[in-house]
């Protein structure tokens, strides 16, 4: 039997959560308001408010310079990523939706990063699939279209430098990987998981932090 240490989260302690973790910059909490008000039916893709502050601890954690995003949403992850790069860092993001990237670009124009952002618009596995070859990405994030994640992972795996890092998003997707086949969206999740699991180039680790995260170390 597995002995289960985790907690139900509540409302009341996911706001003590949040009062513990580093605060969503204003420019961040704007982009949320904004998200919310604007795109009612589809907020829900914005990453959750404690994902910002660990992107960001990760992206100084590792030393990112070179940053790959895959799915861009409003650009809060992005935003929050930009944020903590060096000056002198980049973030190639990668999403097909012009209505929902203004609001991005907005917010990176709005919180002075947009120098740091390249946003480039279409198919998100023919953009990686024109980047260099050779291993160049120091960290990447993956939030879109789950039915594409496995094919994300293998253009983004190869192109990654020695203890490059990628992060998933969903892999949890509302519990729906323990039913996969009542479920297109979780079946797909949940192929992805096996395949990460069995990667033996990454070490990676799942995490259950918001509707699950995986990170991913690249080992060889």
């Given at each position: 039997?597995?002995?289960?240490?985790?907690?139900?989260?509540?409302?009341?302690?996911?706001?003590?959560?949040?009062?513990?973790?580093?605060?969503?910059?204003?420019?961040?909490?704007?982009?949320?308001?904004?998200?919310?008000?604007?795109?009612?039916?589809?907020?829900?893709?914005?990453?959750?408010?404690?994902?910002g502050?660990?992107?960001?601890?990760?992206v100084?954690?590792?030393?990112?310079?070179?940053?790959?995003?895959?799915?861009?949403?409003?650009?809060?992850?992005?935003?929050?990523?930009a944020?903590?790069?060096?000056?002198?860092?980049?973030?190639?993001?990668?999403?097909?939706?012009?209505?929902?990237?203004?609001?991005?670009?907005?917010?990176?124009?709005?919180?002075?990063?947009?120098?740091r952002?390249?946003?480039?618009?279409?198919?998100?596995?023919?953009?990686?699939?024109?980047?260099?070859?050779?291993?160049?990405?120091?960290?990447?994030?993956?939030?879109?279209?789950?039915?594409g994640?496995?094919?994300?992972?293998e253009?983004?795996?190869?192109?990654?430098?020695?203890g490059?890092?990628?992060?998933?998003d969903?892999?949890?997707?509302?519990?729906?990987?323990?039913?996969?086949?009542?479920?297109?969206?979780?079946?797909?999740?949940?192929?992805?998981?096996?395949?990460?699991?069995?990667?033996?180039?990454?070490?990676?680790?799942?995490?259950?932090?918001a509707?699950?995260?995986?990170?991913?170390?690249?080992?060889?």
């Amino acid at each position: 039997m597995t002995d289960f240490k985790g907690i139900r989260m509540t409302p009341e302690l996911y706001e003590y959560v949040l009062a513990h973790n580093p605060p969503l910059l204003p420019s961040q909490r704007a982009l949320v308001d904004i998200t919310r008000s604007a795109l009612p039916g589809v907020a829900v893709k914005q990453i959750a408010r404690e994902q910002g502050p660990l992107l960001a601890f990760l992206v100084r954690l590792t030393g990112a310079r070179h940053i790959v995003e895959v799915g861009t949403f409003t650009g809060l992850s992005a935003l929050s990523m930009a944020q903590a790069l060096p000056a002198d860092g980049k973030l190639i993001t990668l999403d097909i939706s012009e209505e929902w990237t203004a609001y991005a670009r907005d917010a990176w124009h709005g919180a002075g990063v947009a120098d740091r952002v390249e946003l480039r618009i279409g198919a998100a596995l023919d953009s990686l699939k024109a980047m260099p070859d050779e291993a160049h990405i120091d960290l990447a994030f993956i939030d879109a279209d789950k039915e594409g994640y496995i094919d994300y992972w293998e253009e983004l795996v190869p192109r990654l430098r020695p203890g490059g890092l990628i992060v998933a998003d969903n892999v949890l997707f509302s519990g729906q990987v323990l039913t996969p086949g009542t479920s297109r969206t979780g079946a797909a999740v949940d192929a992805f998981n096996e395949h990460v699991a069995a990667d033996k180039r990454m070490d990676s680790v799942m995490l259950a932090v918001a509707d699950g995260l995986t990170l991913s170390r690249r080992a060889a």
